[in-house]
């Protein structure tokens, strides 16, 4: 079975701070996603790659950063939290490209910026 | 990006029932799929319907696309109490991407 963690379940920061979420499958997954998701406006995808060291803007890139030095491995970086970060972030890996195949998802991360 | 729309925002009923929930979305698909999120965790895939494709099924699942209409249902029959959850539609968004709608809310009262 896929196996999608995220560092944190729930996790408590403060305006400016520098935010780590970090994302690990141990797949061998190709592809890799993060998506924050917010009531009433569903899941959004932040940034995704698609190999290692690799990156590209989703729909709502403004104010997050991404890293994958390694295939199992990607990081969603706040680089200074803001109160509307505030949100579940969710982390996903598929082995093809995700309209033709099943994403494994991580069981979220909740951030609370303060 | 288009975005799918899922239709109704919540669903309630008691056990046994069926439940139905629909999507719609704007634009040519090759692919729709249906994930399942229980409250406070990661989504759950659950069946992907291709462009060609009518009807699928998949245990009490049954999902059907109708390309003329720009929509798709998911029919869960004999409902049960663990099938409460959000579900969600996810059409292509793109070369690598999935656009998911907003979900619908389904409660099954025991």
């Known amino acids: 079975d896929v196996k999608v963690t995220q560092s944190s379940r729930y996790l408590v920061k403060r305006t400016g701070e520098k935010v780590f979420l970090e994302c690990v499958q141990d797949?061998?997954?190709?592809?890799m996603f993060w998506y924050r998701q917010d009531p009433g406006l569903g899941l959004r995808l932040i940034y995704f790659?698609?190999?290692?060291?690799?990156?590209e803007k989703g729909d709502i890139p403004e104010g997050y950063s991404v890293s994958r030095e390694k295939k199992e491995r990607f990081s969603l970086i706040l680089e200074s939290a803001s109160t509307n970060q505030t949100s579940m972030y969710l982390c996903?890996?598929?082995?093809?490209?995700?309209?033709?195949?099943?994403?494994?998802f991580g069981p979220g991360t909740r951030l609370t910026v303060l | 990006s288009q975005q799918g729309e899922e239709d109704p925002q919540a669903l309630s009923i008691q056990e046994g029932e069926n439940a139905t929930m629909n999507c719609s979305y704007k634009?040519?698909?090759?692919?729709l799929q249906w994930y399942r999120q229980n409250s406070g965790r990661g989504l759950v895939h659950l069946i992907l319907i291709r462009s060609n494709e009518r009807e699928k099924h998949s245990g009490r699942l049954r999902v059907t696309l109708d390309t003329s209409k720009k929509s798709s249902s998911l029919l869960i029959t004999a409902s049960r109490a663990a099938d409460t959850a959000s579900y969600f539609c996810a059409t292509d968004g793109g070369y690598q991407k999935v656009t998911f709608g907003i979900g619908t809310k389904l409660q099954v009262i025991p």
């Open positions: 634009t040519s698909i090759n692919n």
């Open positions: 996903a890996s598929s082995l093809r490209i995700p309209s033709t195949d099943t994403q494994y």
């Open positions: 797949m061998d997954h190709e592809n």
């Open positions: 790659s698609y190999d290692v060291k690799m990156k």
